[in-house]
């Protein structure tokens, strides 16, 4: 195996911090992910909107998507931080 990738393992092995900010990430995008097709599933429409019901639910169901995306992103970002720091006060 080669040294830096043992370097790394050892490192994420190591740093509770940043396994904890891989493991939030991945935890909340697809807790988003859920709640968003919930809430969407439950949508209901009277009136004049509900011709639009499926285009609104689809303009609603990206933005759900893009703040999955942006809190995995997030999060990675700072587990990345972490693990740098980390691999200072290690090495």
Do not use: C
């Not at 969407?40 to 998507?65: P, Q, V």
């Amino acid at each position: 195996m080669p040294n830096w990738l043992v370097e790394i393992l050892y490192i994420l092995a190591q740093s509770k911090r940043t396994q904890w900010a891989i493991i939030l990430g991945v935890i909340f995008f697809f807790g988003i992910h859920l709640y968003g097709e919930h809430a969407l599933a439950n949508l209901e429409a009277r009136g004049g909107i509900s011709g639009l019901k499926d285009i609104l639910i689809h303009k609603i169901a990206k933005r759900y998507d893009k703040l999955a995306w942006f809190t995995l992103i997030s999060f990675w970002i700072l587990a990345f931080k972490l693990y740098q720091k980390d691999k200072k006060r290690y090495w």
